[in-house]
């Protein structure tokens, strides 16, 4: 082809591929040896192992959820593997239980554990720190500032871990997860299996085991110390203009470089422990110390603890990220100099455009049908039906964290007042988030003899991050069939009766809210589990797409309110009814286009006005032509 | 070119809604600046994209790139997939700087609800802020090459004369993913990227004229 031919070659033999941060991890995992890679998916941390598993010689998996994957990747260490996990900054909380006790056995083979944050709150339910782990388990800890490093630091920190024998945690955060930049690559380097050596005081951690350990942790974190000061990973970076010394990790390091291109910088790449005698002795080149740091004051307060004089999150923000359009006020006030006068355009008045659910999914007919419930407490949980709460809807009241729907749940039921009595309680949770935390909820639930009617969503996917298959859904990470579990036989087993667990279509309108509307007037657990497949699997298929009959629309708005963003409206009018009711009208129609027929608008719709669009190819009779009022919600 | 840091980068942020091809196109773009030895960073301000939210993609490339974000006045081309979104980012462009913007609309279900309005005419507003925008309608050109997803190719091909480099550079990145498929959806992509080319200079002509 000629004009592929217009497209020079890569002029270097090294390999130098475009990638997200993601990516290079996973590259460097791969060169690194590692055997054995686990992790369940979480924003942004989640591309991690799906590129790992398209590598060869690496056992890959999705874990139940991220404790599991953390001792996955540890029992591959005890047996002499390199080993990997990787999971979003939440994840680390539930995992952590297990991380605070392997510190104290340390590794056999190296473990690199990677922690994704969400900085800037792209997709999490909050924006905490993972960088205290390292210092509460006392585990050293890389933050890289790009791609290249990425990959880079995932080797460095395997050398380290091995070194140390000690797991290392890589922070990342999004902006180095999802962004795409140039790293040249390597090949993969095979290491031999010791395998499992046992020694019952080094691996089995009682309190005799454990207090023996507890001194070696610490004299380890003494030489980490050591290994900080004279560490490559921690950078000088010179410049002319001293007046103030910029200390930085991570991306926040990049955002410093491009706004202050001839301030001295300090980039920390090993930022736990930190080599203070290298610290000081920067700042005794600089006029003052100014420390950028994502997200909380940590080297911040660690320096001021040593006696050190700088600025941080004084004069910066302790929330988002501190791109170069935050930096450069920040830094121009701390001098004293007039704020650049370069005129900001001010972001014109646009509609908000929040994430929606999409065309047919399964999940809008269960939330148009608990939005026809009254008297509702709904205990959500962590996933695409999160989106619940919003519009139309609005039938979502809580969501903390991921299984807390169940919780939550018997709470609101056991410390409900007097004058919420009647209140109904339903939990909503899916197949995924039941399995990774959910389902312990739910035993509690059934224990302690709670009045919750639970919503199973089984769609056979973890749908918001992607659509990855877990033990629900019968496929494992490379998509090969794997045993699924049974939710009926398997919240039976957790003690909720027979006659309490339903599985209904969730397309099937009527027979949800009845369902819904017996079981939550029965004062004891029940299970509704819905089994149609996320529209974004293989397991879904695309049926006929509908149309509206635009004469035979009355305006009434009803399939508006199933939330389906294939409905869209031509025309609106208000009408006064006989009763002298003002009414507004909504008139619709379909993006055929877009329709995958599931049918969950025909159901609401009173007149018949949505037909398949094959149908239209016959001539329609315009029934009634405006003038006839609509069925509106309220006649519902 | 913008002057940020100490090298002199190109900054093009690509705008849309989340299933329009917003990250593909913007990766394609990435591709064609390394094709010349450019460094590049990409990055995405994405949330949940895959549920119809907002996306916006920003693409640095030069000698050496720092920050991937491209920080708010100084985006050298805004490429608007969408009607509402190119006028959502005006703000980033520098004075001088040129829309290029699909005037197709995709009306999300918080409008349809009627809880806000979708503005009347973001062309026009755009214009009426003092913005140079070259419009034209992507979504139907798409529709009468016989498919909506070739409305990348047509945004890649409205660009391609905007960029430092020339357009074929630009359309061998674009025809080399669909090197190994059949050869009428080579054609076919070419089709759009010279109708995007075509309906951009068009647009240019009428705004000058």
Same mark, same amino acid.
């Given at each position: 082809m000629s004009?592929?031919?217009?497209?020079?070659?890569?002029?270097?033999?090294?390999?130098?591929?475009?990638?997200?941060?993601?990516?290079?991890?996973?590259?460097?995992?791969?060169?690194?040896g590692v055997r054995v890679a686990a992790a369940?998916?979480?924003?942004?941390?989640?591309?991690?192992?799906?590129?790992?598993?398209?590598?060869?010689?690496?056992?890959?998996?999705?874990?139940?959820?991220?404790?599991?994957?953390?001792?996955?990747?540890?029992?591959?260490?005890?047996?002499?593997?390199?080993?990997?996990?990787?999971?979003?900054?939440?994840?680390?909380?539930?995992?952590?239980?297990?991380?605070?006790?392997?510190t104290l056995t340390g590794v056999a083979a190296g473990l690199v554990i990677a922690i994704a944050d969400d900085v800037g709150l792209s997709s999490s339910q909050n924006e905490q720190d993972s960088r205290y782990w390292g210092r509460f388990a006392h585990l050293p800890l890389l933050e890289p500032a790009d791609s290249q490093e990425a990959h880079d630091y995932t080797l460095a920190a395997f050398e380290l871990s091995e070194r140390f024998e000690v797991p290392v945690i890589l922070r990342l955060t999004t902006r180095i997860c999802h962004v795409k930049g140039l790293v040249n690559v390597g090949e993969r380097s095979e290491r031999a299996v010791a395998g499992f050596t046992k020694d019952v005081n080094r691996w089995v951690m009682v309190p005799s085991g454990a207090s023996r350990r507890l001194p070696l942790m610490f004299e380890r974190e003494r030489r980490l110390r050591v290994e900080a000061e004279s560490s490559a990973l921690n950078v000088i970076e010179?410049?002319?203009?001293?007046?103030?010394?910029?200390?930085?990790?991570?991306?926040?390091?990049?955002?410093?470089?491009?706004?202050?291109? %001839?301030?001295?910088?300090?980039? &920390?790449?090993?930022?736990?422990?930190?080599?203070?005698?290298?610290?000081?002795?920067?700042?005794?080149?600089?006029?003052?110390?100014?420390?950028?740091?994502?997200?909380?004051?940590?080297?911040?307060?660690?320096?001021?603890?040593?006696?050190?004089?700088?600025?941080?999150? %004084?004069?910066?923000?302790?929330?988002?990220?501190?791109?170069?359009?935050?930096?450069?006020?920040?830094?121009?006030?701390?001098?004293?100099?007039?704020?650049?006068?370069?005129?900001?355009?001010?972001?014109?008045?646009?509609?908000?455009?929040?994430?929606?659910?999409?065309v047919a999914c399964p999940h809008l007919g269960v939330y148009y049908t608990l939005s026809q419930l009254r008297n509702v407490t709904i205990s959500g949980d962590i996933g695409c039906y999160t989106l619940g709460f919003g519009q139309p809807w609005n039938a979502?009241?809580?969501?903390?964290?991921?299984?807390?729907?169940?919780?939550?749940?018997?709470?609101?039921?056991?410390?409900?007042?007097?004058?919420?009595?009647?209140?109904?309680?339903?939990?909503?949770?899916?197949?995924?988030?039941?399995?990774?935390?959910?389902?312990?909820?739910?035993?509690?639930?059934?224990?302690?003899?709670?009045?919750?009617?639970?919503?199973?969503?089984?769609?056979?996917?973890?749908?918001?991050?992607?659509?990855?298959?877990?033990?629900?859904?019968g496929r494992d990470i490379h998509g090969q069939e794997a045993p699924r579990v049974d939710f009926t036989t398997l919240v039976k087993a957790l003690g909720v009766r027979a006659e309490r667990v339903h599985v209904v279509d969730a397309y099937q309108l009527p027979v949800l809210l009845r369902l819904l509307r017996a079981e939550t007037k029965i004062p004891e657990p029940s299970v509704i589990i819905t089994n149609q497949p996320c529209v974004l699997i293989k397991d879904y298929h695309a049926l006929r797409p509908y149309q509206v009959i635009e004469d035979k629309c009355t305006g009434c708005g009803n399939c508006v %309110?199933?939330?389906?963003?294939?409905?869209?409206?031509?025309?609106?009018?208000?009408?006064?009814?006989?009763?002298?009711?003002?009414? %507004?009208?909504?008139f619709v129609r379909i993006e055929s286009a877009a329709c995958t027929g599931c049918g969950l608008c025909l159901k609401p719709c009173a007149p018949d006005a949505i037909v398949h669009v094959e149908t239209l190819a016959t001539p329609i009779k315009v029934i009634r032509k405006g003038t006839e009022l609509a069925r509106t919600p309220q006649d519902v | 070119m913008s002057e940020t840091g100490r090298f002199d980068t190109t900054n093009i942020l690509v705008v849309g809604t989340g299933g329009q091809g917003v990250m593909t196109a913007t990766e394609i773009l990435a591709e064609a600046a390394i094709a010349l030895g450019h460094d590049v960073k990409k990055t995405e301000v994405a949330g949940m994209a895959q549920r119809g939210g907002v996306v916006s993609s920003h693409l640095r490339f030069g000698a050496k790139v720092l920050s991937p974000q491209i920080t708010p006045g100084t985006a050298n081309v805004l490429l608007g997939f969408e009607a509402a979104e190119a006028m959502r980012w005006r703000h980033m462009l520098r004075p001088?700087?040129?829309? &290029?913007?699909?005037?197709?609309?995709?009306?999300?279900?918080?409008?349809?609800?009627?809880?806000?309005?979708?503005?009347?005419?973001?062309?026009?507003?755009?214009?009426?802020?003092?913005?140079?925008?070259?419009?034209?309608?992507?979504?139907?050109?798409?529709?009468?090459?016989?498919?909506?997803?070739?409305?990348?190719t047509v945004m890649l091909g409205a660009i391609s004369d905007h960029l430092p480099f020339p357009a074929e550079v630009l359309e061998g990145c674009i025809l080399k993913r669909f090197a190994h498929k059949k050869a009428a959806l080579v054609e076919l992509n070419q089709r759009a990227f010279a109708a995007g080319r075509a309906a951009a200079e068009a647009a240019a002509k009428a705004e000058a004229a």
């Open positions: 004009i592929a031919a217009a497209i020079p070659p890569p002029p270097q033999a090294v390999r130098r591929l475009l990638m997200s941060g993601n990516e290079a991890v996973a590259r460097a995992v791969w060169e690194a369940y998916p979480g924003t942004p941390a989640t591309e991690m192992l799906e590129y790992v598993a398209t590598y060869p010689d690496i056992y890959t998996e999705w874990s139940v959820n991220e404790k599991v994957s953390l001792e996955v990747a540890f029992g591959a260490t005890m047996a002499g593997s390199r080993s990997f996990c990787a999971m979003k900054h939440v994840g680390m909380n539930v995992a952590s239980d297990a991380l605070m006790t392997m010179s410049g002319s203009d001293r007046r103030i010394g910029f200390i930085t990790s991570g991306p926040a390091y990049m955002h410093v470089r491009e706004s202050f291109p %001839d301030a001295p910088v300090y980039k &920390l790449g090993l930022t736990f422990p930190l080599p203070f005698d290298r610290l000081r002795r920067f700042a005794g080149e600089c006029e003052r110390l100014l420390v950028v740091e994502e997200v909380e004051p940590l080297i911040e307060t660690e320096l001021k603890a040593q006696g050190m004089t700088v600025s941080g999150k %004084d004069i910066l923000p302790l929330i988002g990220e501190l791109s170069p359009q935050v930096l450069k006020p920040a830094v121009a006030r701390l001098l004293g100099e007039p704020l650049s006068e370069q005129a900001q355009a001010v972001p014109m008045r646009v509609f908000p455009r929040p994430p929606t659910m999409c979502l009241d809580v969501c903390l964290s991921m299984g807390a729907s169940m919780g939550m749940a018997l709470g609101l039921d056991k410390g409900r007042s007097d004058v919420e009595k009647d209140q109904k309680i339903v939990a909503v949770i899916g197949d995924s988030t039941f399995l990774h935390m959910g389902m312990q909820g739910l035993l509690d639930i059934v224990y302690n003899r709670g009045n919750v009617t639970v919503l199973l969503l089984d769609n056979r996917a973890i749908g918001m991050t992607g659509g990855q298959d877990n033990p629900g859904s %309110d199933v939330g389906c963003p294939a409905i869209h409206v031509t025309r609106r009018d208000r009408v006064r009814k006989a009763s002298g009711r003002e009414v %507004d009208l909504a | 001088e700087g040129l829309v &290029l913007m699909n005037t197709g609309r995709l009306v999300p279900p918080i409008v349809e609800l009627g809880l806000y309005d979708y503005p009347d005419d973001p062309v026009a507003a755009m214009r009426a802020a003092g913005t140079q925008v070259f419009s034209f309608d992507a979504s139907r050109i798409a529709q009468e090459l016989g498919d909506i997803r070739l409305g990348n």
